[in-house]
């Protein structure tokens, strides 16, 4: 039997599944199905984020959605990006990433548009599925947690090695080096990325830990 | 009253002429630099009978030429300049001559000077300057000597310009001269002459025609490769590596050169990209006519790409100190096979028709848009393909080496036997002697070879523990995961309340993910190439982080470990993986420890010290302590007291102490009862 969960402004009863391992959308399922939520399994090949989008919005209330979709011939993108698409678009949508190695290269420039990543345990639970969400809804509707609430910071270059770059950002951590990529950037501030570069950003000045910390160079764009 | 000047003898003009510049290709560089600064494009010297005297050298160029007045007051004023450093020509040149004594030093080579000059004003009109240097050898002073400028229509309607003859040297010129007059023009000229607004300095020798080509070809004959690389309309590019005989060594199509963009199109106007790479040795240079020296100053003042749009050179790509391609940058990350801005010299030449580059409003270069990022890329990735390449062909040469080595080794040994066996007589110990020297060393190189056979065994070991971590974490961890979590909802749906012999089994698999996703992140961590860069390392910030990371794993051991850390930011030149490795292993081995120890409360305390420029690191556990080997007998490789154990982890964490400068102590049963390890390392500060 399909239930149906308030949360805030949303309904939720069925969840779309986007993952490039068949067994992993299966194990994600025995999770909605014991929320009694129904699960729309999003097969492969994904040809792009617009079509993508367009067949979670029509399918499904909210997403779950695993980071890394390339290893099989299922996707050309990541799934940072289409949760972010997702969220932009106002439909609550969950990242799932182990966050280890390269993964916060790909997302920290997407951060700002991704409420909710869960590591694969953190997400096993149909209460831990509610409590994403309903994070998720607060953030959509204005109500920002303090570790991602942003201020407005100093940021200093330290080091280059191009297609990277180092940052720190005193305010926030003094021990840590943000790693960044050019490809994130403007052409424009690209440019001005020099060592000793020093300019005012917007961060999340309360983030516990480097993989949720992200830098809004531009608060309009 | 009657009034007095100075004047000056002849014999002091003689002595300014050849004290200034004794050397004639100093001399005559000196009118060179005239030209020069006189915003020529073309300068012809020609050198007639040169190696002798009586020869001549002329000096024609196109540049502004001088009126009557300019010839009084200016080329005939000596020790003083109408030029000042730092100021810079019409055509915006650096100015290069300077008071013009030099050119003194010039005209007073030969017994005759004829200068004749048609001025940018007045190019119809040609002023003529003759001076016979015997009319001065006959006078008292300088002024005594009456200098005629004669102006006649020319010939050479509308071209201004200077020719200045020489005629009559009085001493031959030597090879020596000529090669750093070649030099010193190859330094005024601009590398790529195919610029109508560049400087190009000729010079025309029948005596010295190989210095005559160098002049003209400059050095780019010793170049040991050159790039030619180019992008088209369609923004499909190619690119070829050929060497010094224009043999093509490697070629590569669109899609090969484009592996960073997965084979996509550069987005921006048609481009070429030559760079003329050199290898800077002795040993290259023995077989050329130039050497590496003077090739090494060439490229230190002209080495770089350069960047001209529709045939106009665009500053500041390629200037001294703008190494627009990051050159330098990927040269220091991977040296070998590498160029760098004082290695080669290039340019791009960019076609843009559609004006799709612009330039910044301040002239400061051209706008970093979409077009010329994609221009840069190509031109990097083109280095970096050639870079790849080298790579392979020096790999190749090293695997070819190590073959050859044995062979080498072995033909010198028979021939220090024969030798010896020569003098056996004589020197009969020297055989005994020979031969223990020869143990010796076999036992030192199979002591190297067993130890290049354990890292390499190691690093296979990694990149298999990495790979194995990385599915693991990504499939089957998180899926037994989710999959126990929905079993045991699924009992309790049958069943309330679950039995425990139902439910703690279930825990069990629980914290077992737990500890494997904590080992499958610590070790993709470990191979994180970030971590093996050499830069600050705050070790208390990194002993933290290792515990943090360990936490679920401790947990799932019932080991506590205790942080006891001093006071301060202690810090040292090192990399994160190094001080990763040696905690890593301790961590390991007690962990071992104490599995096979009965304590009830298993205990590991982390401890930090720190006096004057010294860290103490004491890594302790109240496990069983070292007990069936020495604490000499630890730190070989493959000493182990576990079964199937690798014996590798503490002689890493030895190697990397002596790498860091350091020094290890082992305590067989330290003050918590198990082993202790002692680690003294030197920082930076604290």
């Known amino acids: 039997m399909i239930c149906m969960w308030n949360i805030g402004q949303h309904m939720i009863s069925t969840v779309a599944v986007v993952d490039d391992e068949a067994a992993s959308r299966e194990s994600i399922g025995w999770m909605l199905s014991d929320a009694d939520l129904g699960m729309r399994e999003i097969k492969g090949p994904l040809t792009s984020i617009p079509n993508t989008q367009s067949q979670v919005f029509s399918e499904a209330n909210a997403l779950i959605c695993d980071h890394y979709l390339s290893h099989k011939n299922y996707a050309q993108f990541t799934g940072a990006r289409l949760v972010s698409a997702c969220i932009k678009s106002g439909l609550l949508a969950i990242l799932c990433t182990r966050f280890g190695g390269s993964d916060i290269d790909d997302i920290r420039s997407l951060l700002r548009y991704i409420p909710i990543v869960r590591r694969p345990n953190e997400l096993n639970e149909p209460d831990e599925l509610h409590e994403a969400l309903t994070l998720c809804a607060d953030e959509l509707s204005g109500n920002v947690p303090p570790e991602r609430k942003v201020w407005r910071a100093q940021l200093v270059v330290e080091r280059i090695e191009k297609p990277y770059f180092n940052v720190s950002v005193p305010s926030w951590q003094l021990e840590e080096s943000i790693r960044l990529r050019f490809d994130d950037l403007t052409p424009e501030i690209a440019s001005k990325i020099e060592i000793e570069y020093r300019t005012h950003v917007w961060a999340n000045l309360g983030a516990q830990t480097s993989d949720r910390f992200f830098i809004i160079w531009n608060l309009d764009a | ?686």
């Not at chain 2, 055509?91 to 048609?118: E, F, P, Y």
């Not at chain 2, 005629?167 to 790529?192: I, K, M, W, Y």
């Not at chain 2, 029948?206 to 170049?223: G, H, I, P, R, S």
């Not at chain 2, 590019?237 to 199109?265: C, N, P, Y």
């Open chain 2, 1 to 686: 009253m009657s009034k007095a000047t100075f004047r000056f003898s002849t014999d002091i003009l003689k002595r300014l002429g050849e004290e200034l510049n004794p050397s004639l290709d100093q001399s005559v560089i000196e009118l060179v630099k005239n030209a020069h600064d006189a915003d020529a494009n073309s300068c012809q010297i020609r050198l007639k009978n040169i190696a002798k005297s009586g020869g001549s050298i002329t000096v024609i160029d196109d540049g502004d030429g001088m009126t009557v007045e300019e010839i009084r007051n200016h080329f005939l004023m000596l020790g003083r300049s109408p030029k000042s450093s730092g100021t810079l020509t019409r055509c915006g040149r650096k100015i290069a001559g300077s008071k013009g004594l030099g050119r003194l030093a010039a005209l007073r080579a030969g017994n005759q000077v004829t200068v004749r000059t048609r001025s940018r004003t007045s190019p119809a009109l040609e002023n003529e300057l003759q001076i016979d240097w015997a009319d001065f050898d006959g006078a008292d002073a300088v002024d005594a000597v009456p200098l005629e400028i004669t102006t006649s229509s020319s010939s050479m309607r509308e071209v201004s310009g200077t020719t200045i003859e020489i005629s009559g040297l009085t001493r031959g010129a030597s090879r020596r001269e000529v090669h750093q007059l070649a030099r010193a023009l190859l330094l005024l000229a601009d590398p790529f002459d195919d610029n109508q607004e560049s400087f190009r300095p000729t010079l025309d020798s029948k005596e010295f025609d190989d210095l005559a080509k160098l002049v003209q070809n400059k050095y780019f004959d010793d170049a040991e490769y050159h790039l030619i690389a180019n992008v088209d309309e369609e923004g499909i590019a190619s690119a070829q590596v050929v060497d010094w005989r224009g043999e093509v060594l490697f070629k590569v199509d669109h899609v090969g050169l484009r592996r960073s963009g997965q084979g996509s199109r550069y987005v921006c106007p048609p481009a070429e990209f030559d760079l003329w790479v050199f290898i800077l040795n002795a040993e290259t240079f023995r077989t050329r006519s130039s050497n590496f020296g003077e090739v090494r100053t060439w490229l230190r003042e002209f080495g770089g790409v350069m960047l001209y749009l529709n045939d106009i050179r665009v500053s500041p790509y390629g200037d001294a100190g703008n190494d627009w391609l990051d050159m330098n940058l990927h040269r220091t990350r991977n040296p070998e096979e590498r160029p760098s801005t004082n290695t080669s010299l290039g340019r791009i030449r960019i076609t843009d028709e559609q004006t799709v580059l612009r330039m910044k409003t301040d002239r400061s270069g051209i706008i970093e848009s979409q077009a010329f990022i994609d221009l840069k890329r190509f031109a990097q990735d083109a280095l970096d393909w050639m870079a790849h390449v080298r790579l392979q062909v020096a790999e190749a040469r090293r695997q070819k080496q190590r073959e050859k080595a044995p062979i080498q080794t072995s033909k010198s040994i028979q021939n220090v036997k024969q030798a010896i066996e020569k003098v056996s007589e004589t020197e009969p110990g020297l055989k005994q002697t020979f031969e223990q020297y020869e143990r010796a060393r076999e036992n030192e190189e199979r002591t190297l070879r067993e130890e290049v056979q354990l890292y390499r065994t190691l690093s296979t070991a990694g990149i298999t523990a990495a790979t194995f971590a990385h599915e693991a974490s990504g499939g089957p961890l998180k899926i037994i995961g989710r999959a126990v979590s929905a079993v045991r909802r699924r009992i309790a749906d049958l069943i309330d309340p679950v039995p425990d012999d139902v439910i703690e089994p279930l825990k069990r698999i629980n914290s077992s993910v737990s500890s494997l996703s904590a080992f499958s992140d610590t070790t993709l961590g470990l191979v994180d190439r970030d971590k093996r860069r050499a830069e600050r390392v705050e070790v208390h910030f990194v002993l933290r982080r290792i515990i943090e990371t360990y936490r679920p794993f401790l947990k799932a051991r019932d080991t506590a470990v205790y942080l006891n850390l001093a006071e301060g930011v202690p810090y040292l030149r090192s990399s994160v993986a190094a001080i990763e490795s040696i905690i890593i292993n301790l961590l390991t081995n007690s962990l071992v420890a104490l599995m096979q120890s009965t304590t009830s409360e298993r205990r590991i305390e982390v401890g930090t010290i720190i006096e004057a420029g010294t860290m103490e690191i004491l890594f302790a556990d109240n496990g069983t302590g070292i007990t069936d080997f020495s604490a000499n007998e630890i730190w070989l490789p493959g000493v182990t007291s576990r079964s199937g154990g690798s014996g590798l982890g503490l002689t890493i964490v030895r190697d990397t102490i002596t790498d860091l400068g350091g020094d290890i102590e082992a305590v067989p049963e330290g003050r918590l009862g198990g082993a202790e390890f002692r680690m003294l390392l030197p920082i930076i500060g604290g």
